[in-house]
């Protein structure tokens, strides 16, 4: 589920997912900024997306927010790899110079 914080004019930003309104994050009276999500998930931070992104991580699952942002970049790293494989893959099909080597190729994607 992806969350956004959205200002709509009020004195505080809400949090949505995808259209669905599900929390805000608002100033509290020791000045810090509180993210609240639906479900009991709460937290507090110096700064609005600091609060967001912490409330956001934990409705989410993970224990912090460099939880999920490690989660994150693990996911972006294997999307890469993929994409590095899949382009050489083509390339590899895409230059082969008969249709047997053609063919080697696309035994090599399916057998695995």
Known sequence: MRYTLKDDGFAWKNIYAGRKKVGRVYRNAAGLFCGVITGGHTSEARTERDAFHE??????????????????????QARAA???????????????????????????????
């Open 82 to 112: 993929r994409k590095r494989r899949a382009q050489a893959i083509a390339h590899d099909y895409i230059n082969a110079p008969t249709i047997e080597a053609k063919f080697a190729v696309l035994d090599r994607i399916f057998k695995r």
């Open 55 to 76: 409330v956001a991580a934990q409705a989410l699952g993970f224990n912090t927010a460099a939880d999920l942002d490690a989660n994150n970049a693990a996911a972006r």
